[in-house]
């Protein structure tokens, strides 16, 4: 795959949510709903981010031939933080694929507890509904489902796509950080490199699933300005959504760094198939 047919495809994706969010502004623009545009388009951003990121991820995944960037220059040394290798993911075995989703599922439960997609009640004081929430762009249509006094769920699209692309990313960081953790116990007893390599690369697999769920608990708290209008929810909300892209981009690159450089047992780049991504 080449990097210009996937620039391409991100910026027909990109359009088609512009598209789309268009109509539902100039729909709202009939309402008195926007009162602050900025705190009314942040959930929209939430959105196009994840669904761009997770774009990327899934095509490239999924893709049948994956061309590397040049690897001379300055992109030789950017490629082991910019550009995961797939090849090595994909030639993972089923428990690692196993560890994966367990991974992602538990990560998703534990986002979803902070966002308040569930919410869990002990004192029993939830009303039983199901109800369509209508409210203003970027926050709904959600839904809203309490099937007992002490459960429900609540979910946003904005919360629904970030809890995904988050916990995806965040579940192949543990799996990935497991393999290397596993490769570098057998090699320590003649090389004690590798436990020096497990001392950097802890902290920083552990940075991005941990700011992501730092940003599950601050983000319910920036999204209660909701249609208002106050300057503290517009200074929260535009944290909450800095933090999601550090977020975002430092999961990429520790996905990258690691499927790169810790383990690079997959098939390997040939110059032919470097150059020819970006050509």
């Known amino acids: 795959m080449r990097g210009r047919v996937l620039g391409a495809e991100l910026a027909i994706v ?6 789309a969010e268009t109509g539902v502004i100039l729909l709202e623009l009939r309402t008195d709903r926007i009162l602050d545009w900025f705190i009314s388009l942040v959930p929209l951003i939430w959105i ?5 990121f997770l774009y ?5 995944y999924f893709s049948a031939r994956i061309d590397s960037p040049a690897s001379e220059g300055g992109w030789a040394r950017a490629i082991p933080f910019l550009f995961p290798n797939f090849q090595v993911i994909r030639a993972r075995r089923k428990r690692f694929r196993r560890v994966w989703f367990t991974g992602a599922l538990a990560y998703a439960l534990a986002y979803a507890f ?7 009640d002990p004192s029993g004081s939830l009303q039983p509904v199901f109800v369509v929430i209508e409210s203003a762009i970027g926050y709904g ?10 459960f429900g769920v609540q979910i946003r699209p904005y919360s629904l796509a970030a809890a995904v692309v988050l916990s995806l990313f965040s579940g192949l960081v543990v ?5 290397v953790v596993s490769r570098g116990q057998r090699a320590a007893r003649a090389f004690p490199g590798p436990l020096l390599g497990l001392a950097v690369m802890c902290p920083a697999c552990a940075s991005g699933p941990v700011s992501g769920l730092f940003l599950a608990y601050v983000a319910p708290i920036a999204f ?3 249609i208002g209008s106050a300057s503290a929810f517009s200074r929260l909300l535009g ?9 975002l981009v430092l999961l990429w690159s520790v996905i990258s760094f690691i499927t790169n450089v810790l383990l690079p047992n997959a098939p390997s780049r040939t110059s032919h198939e470097a150059g020819s991504r970006f050509a």
């Open 141 to 150: 249509p959600g839904i809203a489902w309490a099937p007992t006094a002490t």
């Open 14 to 19: 990109l359009a088609a949510l512009v598209f």
């Open 114 to 120: 902070l966002q308040g997609i569930f919410v869990v």
């Open 224 to 226: 209660m300005g909701g």
């Open 239 to 247: 944290f909450s959504t800095f933090l999601l892209i550090a977020t």
């Open 175 to 179: 799996a990935l950080a497991i393999q």
């Open 56 to 60: 990327v991820f899934l095509r490239l």
């Open 48 to 52: 196009d981010l994840s669904v761009l």
